[in-house]
């Protein structure tokens, strides 16, 4: 069975940070609206934090080949393929029939067996690093 676990960034400003736990969402009883939490473990305890909904992504349960968590919203590259390249090599993570995919001439499944073969590694997320997903010239 995979971790379900989720990441969001705090606030708006630089001094935001990612926090990772769990994801819950609460509406408030006055005003109907609702806002997003993930309760993480700090310092051996619980805490929760009020994060922005649009950076929240799930865990995916696969590591890169270095051994770093793939998230939705990662962007990844075929390692040795995405230094000085002209071409478009970047892509992001995302869900596509519940499963987590990357777009190579068609989708691909985020395998252990295809991390491998394709040597997949983050290389930034579409929130700290939307620069990463140029076009392709």
């Known amino acids: 069975?995979?971790?379900?676990?989720?990441?969001g960034k705090t606030g708006t400003t630089k001094k935001s940070e990612?926090?990772?736990?769990?994801?819950?969402?609460?509406?408030?009883f006055?005003?109907?609206?609702?806002a997003d939490y993930i309760t993480a473990i700090k310092s051996n305890h619980l805490t929760d934090f009020s994060v922005n909904e649009e950076t929240i992504g799930q865990y995916t349960g696969m590591k890169d080949i270095n051994g770093i968590e793939i998230y939705e919203g990662d962007i990844v590259a075929e390692k040795g393929h995405y230094v000085n390249s002209d071409r478009l090599l970047y892509q992001k993570i995302q869900w596509k029939d519940n499963y987590a995919c990357w777009l190579r001439g068609e989708y691909q499944r985020l395998t252990p067996k295809n991390i491998e073969r394709y040597k997949i590694v983050v290389i930034g997320n579409i929130y700290d690093n939307p620069e990463l997903l140029?076009?392709?010239?």
């Not at 069975?1 to 990441?7: G, L």
């Not at 140029?134 to 010239?137: A, T």
């Open 1 to 7: 069975m995979r971790e379900i676990e989720f990441r």
């Open 18 to 28: 990612w926090v990772y736990g769990y994801y819950y969402k609460v509406k408030s």
């Open 30 to 34: 006055f005003d109907n609206e609702s």
């Open 134 to 137: 140029k076009e392709e010239v």
